[in-house]
């Protein structure tokens, strides 16, 4: 059976100040994928993220997410997603386990449950030992990890990753790297932003490539490489130095 499809795309189009940031793009996302959209900074990702979580309105095209629509139906699509933006929206002054516990009630989790959700989170995410501490004295790996969880409170089916590893160092980045992979196995559907061809390779069944707000193409990692391969080109140059007759 085909898998239906999370996210539904169609000639979406985003101008700002007579500046088109995201250009009459379309693509479907497939429930239960961790689907990537690759690109240089500027090149519409974030943009592209704003309007699909419903943080921004679109000039013109349509989108779905969970099934329902980016404008008319936006209360129901953010009870559907989580969001991680690219700076960490948590309290510094709060512990990681009060930033969870307030992100429960924002997101109407039922109150005998909020508790038991914040400690299984925690676990999962390697933080339970440190639960008690303020975010503010974590690392940025940390930061990122409670960062997702908070995210993830309210058990979305659909989890919206903006640059997940961007400044952080190898470790953390291979951390939140298997965490998503975590995630994806108890089937929920990840878009991931990024710029790092390697973590879309190690981690997305398909990718979108973005440049300059539109779609270059949408294919699997393992095509795409092959296709880059049978298109190569080798440069060459040669040093200049003095030519010796013999």
């Not at 539904?8 to 961790?34: C, M, P």
């Not at 690219?86 to 997101?107: G, K, P, R």
């Not at 999962?124 to 503010?136: A, D, H, P």
């Amino acid at each position: 059976m085909l898998a239906k499809n999370a996210i539904e795309v169609n000639h979406l189009r985003k101008r700002y100040n007579g500046t088109v940031a995201v250009d009459n793009i379309a693509f479907q996302v497939k429930e239960g994928e961790i689907f990537g959209f690759l690109g240089p900074n500027g090149a519409g990702k974030t943009t592209t993220l704003r309007l699909l979580t419903g943080l921004t309105r679109p000039t013109s095209g349509s989108a779905t997410v969970g099934g329902h629509d980016i404008l008319t139906e936006s209360v129901k699509v953010r009870e559907h997603i989580g969001v991680v933006p690219e700076v960490s929206n948590i309290y510094d002054e709060m512990t990681a386990w009060d930033n969870l516990i307030f992100a429960s009630q924002l997101y109407d989790v039922p109150k005998d449950q909020r508790k038991t959700r914040a400690k299984e989170l925690l676990e999962l995410f390697g933080l339970y030992e440190r639960r008690t501490s303020r975010v503010g004295t974590f690392s940025r790996g940390m930061k990122r990890r409670v960062t997702i969880a908070t995210a993830l409170i309210h058990k979305p089916s659909i989890l919206f990753l903006d640059e997940p590893t961007t400044g952080l160092d190898v470790q953390s980045s291979r951390t939140i790297r298997n965490l998503i992979k975590e995630l994806n196995k108890s089937n929920v559907t990840v878009f991931l932003t990024t710029h790092y061809i390697e973590e879309a390779d190690q981690l997305c069944q398909r990718v979108a490539i973005i440049n300059r707000g539109r779609i270059v193409t949408v294919d699997s990692p393992e095509k795409l490489k092959a296709s880059a391969e049978k298109h190569q080109i080798i440069e060459v140059s040669f040093n200049q130095g003095p030519y010796e007759q013999r």
